[in-house]
């Protein structure tokens, strides 16, 4: 039973650090847009083919 005494205390802080964690990302912009990350992965990046160095041709 004296456990209860030191677990609540300790969840309650830790509930209390969440809280103000969550908060401070909804003020940082963090869940501002969330459709356009998921959609950036799907386009292609071209990237030209590096050209050939003269001495690789030797």
Same mark, same amino acid.
């Given at each position: 039973m004296?456990?209860?005494?030191?677990l609540v205390p300790i969840?309650?802080?830790l509930l209390?650090?969440?809280i103000?964690?969550?908060l401070w990302a909804v003020r940082r912009g963090?869940? #501002?847009?969330?459709?356009? $990350? &998921?959609?950036d992965m799907l386009g292609d #990046?071209?990237?030209p083919? $590096? &050209?050939p160095d003269a001495k690789d041709k030797t």
């Open positions: 004296n456990i209860l005494l030191a969840s309650l802080l209390l650090a969440a103000l964690a969550f963090q869940f #501002d847009d969330l459709d356009t $990350p &998921a959609l #990046d071209e990237r083919a $590096p &050209a």
